[in-house]
């Protein structure tokens, strides 16, 4: 994406013919790739099992045993929750927080921290997951292709982990669930190699304009209302810094002298790399490891980062005349007699009575949502 001749992985080698009276003129020389070509397997993989994850949670939704109406209920346990309570034809969202999504309540009382990973997993519905896998392929096989499947793996699981964190320190309320802020972490990490790669490829400002407006235009879907930014911002910030990391190439007078055929002379390397991807690599791990240090540590503490920044939740989203950004929460009173509950939704004065067994307590919460909207 944006980047020319990456990928084909094709560089141009200068070399200078060698004179030699008992040799004769060696035979033109062709460009060649330097780089070897990764077969792609991982990022297939991780597709295959986002869509798995996402059918194991609508197995486990089943809605019609636990709602009323349903989405498309010819399904069966399969069909989707109705579209005031999910428009996206998805789960429930007690059914999400059961799975694994990113409940900040839990990570900081109950210390479920792999919340912060298993998120990355899960999607919200059929529209979300499907615009995200189709996302990784775009941007993924081409990278695993380039780097290889440890490295892109790393940048992937890494940056969804840097989405996650970012995000809980400042969205302290309600659920998170999807892949975003790993998919931003391969942008980030599509421009850190590019700029810590400087040197071996051609038409770089071209390049490096293109990748730019790709990234402007995805973080600035992100200040719309319902989207969580702040995941697309830790993700991107995470992989831009791990790209210097783990996305290093040699520079390109090395290529050159690694490359060069039998019969030419390449100018000679001193070193593998420059000196300015040393100092980024250096400077790069000490920020991802010290951030991610003071992420955690502030985030247990249960410390909310707007109470520190007043301007920091227009990165998230920016408020207009055509929608609001505050967060409808949704609050019932509630009463039970046996296993009579009735429910009352506070915001539009709706009252319903349910039958629930000990076992449906926990879709109280559900119901409420479903109550109010």
């Given amino acids: 994406m944006g980047r020319e001749g990456a990928g084909n992985d094709i560089v141009e080698i200068k070399v200078h013919q060698r004179r030699e009276n008992n040799v004769g003129s060696p035979p033109p020389y062709q460009n060649k790739s330097v780089f070897k070509k990764w077969v792609p397997w991982l990022v297939p993989l991780f597709v295959v099992a986002n869509i798995a994850v996402f059918i194991a949670v609508m197995y486990v939704n089943d809605c019609p045993t636990n709602s009323g109406s349903c989405v498309a209920p010819s399904l069966g346990r399969f069909s989707f929750q109705p579209l005031k309570e999910n428009p996206l034809l998805g789960p429930s969202s007690s059914t999400l927080v059961k799975m694994g999504a990113l409940d900040v309540a839990r990570v900081v009382n109950k210390h479920q921290s792999w919340r912060l990973i298993s998120c990355i997993w899960l999607h919200a519905g059929v529209f979300h997951v499907v615009a995200n896998m189709l996302s990784l392929l775009l941007i993924g096989i081409r990278l695993e292709q380039e780097f290889g499947f440890f490295r892109i793996g790393l940048v992937y699981v890494i940056s969804g982990f840097g989405g996650s964190l970012l995000s809980a320190l400042f969205i302290q309320t309600g659920i998170s669930v999807g892949a975003s802020g790993a998919l931003f972490g391969l ?86 790399h420059k000196a300015y991807q040393y100092v980024l690599w250096v400077v790069s791990l000490i920020v991802i490891i010290t951030g991610f240090t003071l992420g955690m540590v502030a985030l247990l503490r249960g410390v909310n980062v707007n109470d520190h920044c007043s301007w920091c939740h227009y990165l998230s989203c920016v408020p207009t005349s055509l929608w609001s950004c505050k967060s409808r929460r949704v609050y019932c009173q509630s009463s039970q007699l046996g296993n009579q509950l009735n429910l009352t939704c506070l915001s539009n004065g709706k009252s319903n009575l349910y039958y629930l067994s000990a076992d449906d307590l926990s879709k109280v919460q559900q119901l409420c949502a479903q109550l109010c909207s």
């Fill in 187 to 272: 942008l980030g990490g599509m421009l850190s190699e590019l700029i810590t790669n400087w040197t071996i490829y051609a038409n770089k400002s071209a390049a490096l304009t293109t990748l730019l407006c790709i990234i402007a235009i995805n973080l600035a879907v992100g200040l719309l209302p319902h989207v969580d930014n702040y995941a697309h911002i830790g993700g991107f910030l995470s992989g831009f810094f791990l790209g210097f990391v783990f996305l290093i190439r040699p520079q390109f007078k090395w290529i050159n002298q690694k490359a060069c055929p039998p019969g030419y002379i390449a100018p000679p390397a001193k070193s593998k």
